[in-house]
């Protein structure tokens, strides 16, 4: 059974986003945002009709060709022409998912009443989405300013019966579309066409995706910090109230409670240690992973703004009598908050990657590469290289992208934010960091079988039990890569709700 989300003027939280992204649903229009869109549309016709001054993309040219009027028996064409004339994308595809999340976001930002669209322009939107109907558009192309031009002209341009969908793992014409859901052809009236492309639903779909992951992502480094640190014979004081007491950032001290909860129960952290401290990648992991969840906190309260927003250009304000051309499309917020995201998650790739070399490296009486003969085994030598790379690749595309600007529209768009560049990295750094934390979990569970027979605590065991009924223990070689695939489904898939 689909759950149905109703699109209203109710603030968005990141509870219904994850409901949006993480289970099947369909969109719905609420009355009041029908009749915000009916008011909206009924108010920009009635102003065109009685105006002959310039209101910028609606009967002028875009972009530095604002001084150019354009007739009123031109404005549908003017509209039309944009959309394909924008549609110059290229580059990767855009994965569905992120598409599924652009058409959510776009319906959204609609549905506010405060862009001049049809209701039909809506409805179709929401049709795609309820339809599993999702256009093809490349990942290059969006400076990230005058909204996401590129990208978000691929998504209008099948509304016209133009550019391409993807449905039911076959990719279709969007005319082909139309006549399998008898839909007719989308005819643009004055803005429409502006409303569609101005607006940052391409960088804010993967900030969306992105966000959402590293609230999980971070959930799992504690985790399966918690076990390699466990594995690994640590200790627990550096994770004692008073410590974090003295330094009280709110990251840091969530993460420090939140390991001695994970730990609650373990025989190893209990036992007798030779050694006074440990390496700063089990000992720091309140300072480091804290730091992480205090920039992800940062990067939560942008994205919730952004969705919970209008931004394309002009705005239309029918109460005020007013239609504005602001910047409410440049995306500055995003850009910086995604590139702070990356920063965030690369480090938490960045320090799980230390603690599985640590494991690895024969200390403490781990035998070396985590197996009984090595030598003749490699073991859990080449994951740690994999991982590194990973790191390695994380840390270039932690490289901002917010800090570039070039130059468009013939010195109109003089800055521009790069935030879909920044969106784009994101996304792939927390793909690279799910594979990161699945090494390390192999190597954790791997290094807990040379501890037997001491447990770690009921909650990790449960973990680790899992686990271990999928993959089980390297006694000799095996194709570590199928390991690898299966621990990053397994991370993907768990259960988190009870943590």
Not at 50 to 58: A, D, F, K, R
Not at 95 to 101: C, G, N, S, T, Y
Not at 186 to 193: D, L, N
Request: overall charge negative; some cysteine; charged content about 15%.
């Amino acid at each position: 059974m689909h759950a149905v989300h109703s699109i209203s003027n109710k603030k968005l939280s990141l509870s219904d986003l994850s409901s949006i992204v993480f289970t099947p649903c369909t969109l719905e229009l609420s009355p009041d945002s029908v009749q915000q869109i009916v008011h909206c549309r009924q108010y920009l016709d009635q102003k065109i009709r009685n105006t002959s001054s310039p209101l910028y993309g609606i009967n002028t040219g875009f972009g530095s060709l604002y001084n150019t009027f354009i007739p009123d028996d031109q404005l549908e064409k003017l509209q039309e022409n944009l959309v394909k004339s924008h549609a110059c994308g290229t580059g990767e595809l855009v994965p569905d998912e992120i598409v599924r999340l652009m058409l959510f976001l776009k319906v959204q930002s609609l549905a506010y009443g405060y862009s001049g669209v049809q209701l039909e322009t809506v409805q179709r939107l929401t049709d795609y989405f309820n339809n599993k109907v999702y256009p093809v558009i490349y990942q290059m192309g969006s400076l990230g300013a005058s909204g996401d031009l590129a990208p978000l002209a691929h998504l209008a341009l099948t509304l016209i019966g133009q550019g391409e969908v993807h449905y039911q793992n076959q990719t279709f014409p969007g005319r082909e579309i139309n006549l399998k859901f008898n839909w007719q052809p989308i005819h643009f009236k004055a803005k429409e066409g502006l409303a569609l492309l101005n607006g940052t639903q391409f960088m804010c779909a993967y900030g969306v995706w992105c966000t959402l992951h590293a609230h999980r992502l971070l959930k799992l480094a504690n985790i399966i910090g918690g076990l390699s640190l466990d594995a690994f014979d640590g200790r627990i004081e550096p994770f004692l109230p008073h410590v974090h007491s003295i330094r009280p950032h709110n990251g840091q001290s969530k993460i420090a409670e939140e390991m001695v909860n994970l730990l609650q129960g373990s025989e190893l952290i209990k036992q007798p240690k030779k050694h006074v401290q440990d390496p700063y990648s089990f000992r720091c992991i309140p300072q480091v992973h804290g730091a992480s969840a205090d920039a992800i906190d940062y990067v939560t309260r942008v994205i919730l703004t952004e969705v919970n927003s209008v931004t394309d250009n002009p705005n239309i304000f029918p109460e005020e009598d007013a239609i504005i051309s602001g910047g409410n499309f440049h995306g500055q917020p995003l850009a910086l908050a995604l590139d702070f995201l990356s920063i965030a998650l690369a480090e938490l790739g960045s320090i799980s990657e230390r603690r599985t070399y640590q494991l690895i490296s024969g200390s403490r009486n781990l035998p070396n590469y985590l197996v009984a003969n090595p030598g003749i085994n490699s073991g859990m030598m080449i994951p740690q290289y994999t991982a590194a790379s990973l790191v390695s690749q994380n840390k270039q595309l932690s490289t901002p992208a917010s800090v570039d600007s070039i130059v468009s529209s013939n010195g109109q768009e003089d800055h521009v934010s790069m935030g879909a560049n920044a969106a784009t990295k994101a996304y792939r750094v927390v793909n690279n960091v799910y594979s990161i934390l699945a090494i390390e979990l192999l190597s954790a569970t791997q290094a807990l079988e040379f501890r037997r027979p001491l447990k770690t605590s009921p909650y990790l065991e449960e973990i680790r039990n899992t686990f271990r009924s999928i993959i089980p223990f390297v006694e000799e070689d095996r194709v570590l890569h199928d390991d690898i695939q299966e621990a990053e489904q397994f991370i993907r898939e768990l259960n988190l709700h009870g943590h």
